[in-house]
């Protein structure tokens, strides 16, 4: 039996040292320009289940991960998007680093810059005000978007695209919950 895994063993580097770097591709080129955003905290269940509680009077900073693997001539722009049962303005306010209110566009979205498509993480601050109680969702792709995201369909994951480039928002992680106590 020793001698089987051995002869496995030696078979397998073989074929590994026998791949010329030359002969491996660099990549699709079409990918090239497509980047990734995503909450940076992951359910174990790839759900969409993770949940934050803040309480009414706090802020609360989500971190959302930007996944770039070169720097680029070119800022990237990442959009996020709030639903559910608390009103933004009444109950809550999305904030700056400095505890500015943020304004969304006339999508209903805000907005996250990378600066030359550097990778890295950011946060989304919620500043909870002392209204109402109660939940609503942070997500990375538009919930008011006519084709739901699904993961069999990468083309409803799109994010933002750009003649530069384009981002596409994770179907296994494309939401929170925030729960405002």
């Not at 109660?134 to 084709?147: C, D, I, Y």
């Not at 995201?149 to 480039?165: F, G, L, P, W």
Request: charge should be negative; glycine fraction near 6%; include cysteine.
């Amino acid at each position: 039996m020793k001698k089987i895994l051995f002869l496995l063993a030696a078979t397998f580097c073989f074929v590994l040292s026998s791949c010329n770097r030359e002969e491996m591709p660099d990549g699709d080129p079409s990918m090239e320009h497509v980047y990734y955003i995503g909450f940076q905290q992951w359910s174990a269940k790839f759900d969409n289940s993770i949940k934050y509680d803040v309480n009414r009077g706090d802020t609360l900073g989500v971190p959302v991960q930007f996944y770039s693997e070169r720097v680029r001539a070119y800022d990237v722009t990442t959009f996020y998007y709030v639903s559910g049962s608390l009103v933004n303005g009444v109950d809550y306010n999305i904030v700056d680093d400095n505890g500015n209110t943020l304004t969304p566009d006339s999508n209903g979205a805000f907005s996250l810059l990378w600066p030359q498509a550097i990778k890295g993480v950011k946060r989304i601050h919620v500043k909870a005000l002392n209204h109402n109680a109660g939940t609503f969702t942070l997500l990375t792709f538009n919930p008011n978007a006519t084709v739901p995201i699904s993961s069999a369909d990468v083309s409803t994951t799109t994010n933002n695209k750009t003649d530069e480039y384009e981002v596409r928002a994770f179907s296994q992680n494309y939401k929170v919950t925030i729960n405002v106590k």
